[in-house]
């Protein structure tokens, strides 16, 4: 029986072979900070009220000026198509059955255009920002072309932290098979023939269309090259410029970089340290949400992700500030338990949990949500 979000991680943990699960669940280094994301979260204390009317309770968000079911979103999620065949797709039209915003990742294996044509209400584009300016150009066009309703930039992996289970399980891209991967795939009958069902298994944003890039083999030189350390706060100038629409700042963990993305004209910025996959030793997300929150929540909006696992943890981020809060793992855990249908339970648990809990501390209205109902206030 699957009742939270601990049971999806332990059977899709049984259902994906182990480099691509490990891919998604893990952070750098010692993994500290992928560890205290979620632990920071459990520190946070409820205050139960009383004899409250809990009637009529509503979670529907405004996030950047569009309008959702709750304060929730899929955060993009490298590689989601090696979790379940089509993976991008099948998330994609949970979050719209849902009523939540999905963010297509950069290096996604279903393409821009092979989301939107299977879905019919716009989707958000996360971009990484690459050497090859002219390549980010033509996908921030291509993105604009199939009506992405917003633009994520990430603003955090300048430079690659260094995963130790990646390495450790020979993971690349392209994926240079051997024996050890070959027994892991060959050990999920499943995955295998859902992969051999669906054309969608090579980076779609980038074979193709970067410059020199046909096909896999030429793409590992390519993105360990492509990554730029130079990028600025200039940079974010001119991609706001070509964007023209919201605009969404991703990685910010510091009260003065928040405060200069606030200056940037951007829509919001999330609070994240990228699932503690980045910088290990790095606090957690919700450790640094309440001093970003009373220093720029006024002029801009502040997210959070990294360590959500639970309507209840959403609501500590509403309770600290935050507008929304992104889920990345959870949902991978979803889809690679049962495609679309894990996706859609993951977040129908996701719900109940928040409604619940919202009504055990005395609120109806998750926009009346705030510290009042935190113990403390704050960690």
Same mark, same amino acid.
């Given at each position: 029986?699957?009742?939270?979000?601990?049971?999806?991680?332990?059977?899709?943990?049984?259902?994906?072979?182990? #480099?691509?699960?490990?891919?998604?669940?893990?952070?750098?280094?010692?993994q500290?900070?992928?560890?205290?994301?979620? %632990?920071?979260?459990?520190?946070?204390?409820?205050?139960?009220?009383?004899l409250?009317?809990?009637?009529?309770?509503?979670?529907?968000?405004?996030?950047i000026?569009?309008?959702? /079911?709750?304060?929730?979103? #899929?955060?993009?999620?490298?590689?989601?198509?090696?979790?379940?065949?089509?993976? !991008?797709?099948?998330?994609? &039209?949970?979050?719209?059955?849902?009523?939540?915003?999905?963010? *297509? /990742?950069?290096?996604?294996?279903?393409?821009?255009?092979?989301?939107? !044509?299977?879905?019919?209400?716009?989707?958000?584009?996360?971009?990484?920002?690459?050497?090859?300016?002219?390549?980010?150009?033509?996908?921030?066009?291509?993105?604009?072309?199939?009506?992405?309703?917003?633009?994520?930039?990430?603003?955090?992996? &300048?430079?690659?932290? &260094?995963?130790?289970?990646?390495?450790? +399980?020979?993971?690349?891209?392209?994926?240079?098979?051997?024996?050890?991967?070959?027994?892991?795939?060959? /050990?999920?009958?499943?995955?295998?023939?859902?992969?051999?069902?669906t054309? +969608?298994?090579?980076?779609g944003?980038?074979?193709?269309?970067?410059?020199?890039?046909s096909?896999?083999s030429?793409?590992?030189?390519?993105?360990? &090259?492509?990554?730029?350390?130079?990028?600025?706060w200039?940079?974010?100038?001119?991609?706001?410029?070509?964007?023209?629409?919201? $605009?969404? #700042?991703?990685?910010?963990?510091?009260?003065?970089?928040?405060?200069?993305?606030?200056?940037?004209?951007?829509?919001?910025?999330?609070?994240?340290?990228?699932?503690?996959?980045?910088?290990?030793?790095?606090? /957690?997300?919700?450790?640094?949400?309440?001093?970003?929150?009373?220093?720029?929540?006024?002029?801009i909006?502040?997210?959070?992700?990294?360590?959500?696992?639970?309507?209840?943890?959403?609501?500590?981020?509403? %309770?600290?500030?935050?507008? %929304?809060?992104?889920?990345?793992?959870?949902?991978?855990?979803?889809?690679?338990?049962?495609?679309?249908?894990?996706?859609?339970?993951?977040?129908?648990? #996701?719900?109940?949990? $928040?409604?619940?809990?919202?009504?055990?501390?005395?609120?109806?209205?998750?926009?009346?949500?705030?510290?009042?109902? *935190?113990?403390?206030?704050?960690?």
């Amino acid at each position: 029986m699957l009742l939270n979000i601990d049971d999806f991680k332990k059977k899709a943990r049984k259902r994906v072979p182990k #480099l691509f699960f490990e891919y998604a669940d893990s952070g750098s280094w010692t993994q500290s900070t992928y560890r205290e994301n979620e %632990a920071d979260f459990e520190k946070l204390k409820f205050v139960p009220r009383v004899l409250v009317d809990m009637a009529n309770r509503t979670l529907e968000t405004n996030i950047i000026g569009q309008k959702f /079911s709750m304060p929730v979103g #899929l955060a993009p999620v490298g590689m989601t198509g090696m979790q379940h065949a089509d993976g !991008e797709i099948l998330a994609a &039209q949970a979050a719209e059955e849902f009523g939540i915003p999905f963010t *297509l /990742s950069t290096m996604s294996i279903c393409s821009l255009e092979a989301v939107a !044509e299977k879905t019919s209400r716009p989707f958000w584009f996360q971009l990484y920002v690459m050497r090859d300016r002219k390549f980010v150009e033509a996908l921030i066009e291509r993105a604009k072309a199939v009506n992405c309703s917003a633009l994520v930039l990430t603003l955090d992996l &300048q430079i690659l932290g &260094q995963r130790h289970k990646d390495i450790r +399980n020979g993971l690349s891209a392209p994926p240079k098979f051997n024996m050890k991967h070959i027994w892991q795939v060959g /050990s999920r009958p499943l995955w295998c023939l859902q992969m051999l069902a669906t054309k +969608n298994r090579s980076f779609g944003n980038i074979i193709g269309h970067a410059t020199g890039i046909s096909d896999m083999s030429s793409l590992s030189s390519w993105t360990t &090259q492509q990554f730029d350390p130079s990028l600025s706060w200039e940079d974010v100038t001119w991609i706001k410029k070509r964007w023209g629409g919201p $605009l969404i #700042l991703k990685g910010i963990m510091d009260k003065g970089d928040a405060l200069k993305a606030a200056k940037t004209g951007a829509d919001a910025i999330i609070v994240s340290n990228h699932g503690g996959r980045q910088l290990d030793g790095a606090p /957690s997300s919700i450790s640094v949400l309440p001093e970003i929150v009373d220093s720029v929540g006024k002029h801009i909006e502040v997210h959070l992700d990294s360590g959500v696992r639970s309507g209840q943890d959403i609501l500590r981020a509403k %309770a600290l500030g935050a507008t %929304a809060t992104y889920i990345g793992r959870p949902y991978i855990y979803g889809l690679g338990v049962a495609g679309k249908k894990g996706v859609t339970k993951v977040l129908e648990i #996701l719900r109940n949990e $928040l409604d619940i809990t919202m009504a055990h501390c005395g609120k109806r209205d998750i926009n009346e949500v705030n510290r009042s109902i *935190l113990y403390g206030g704050s960690l």
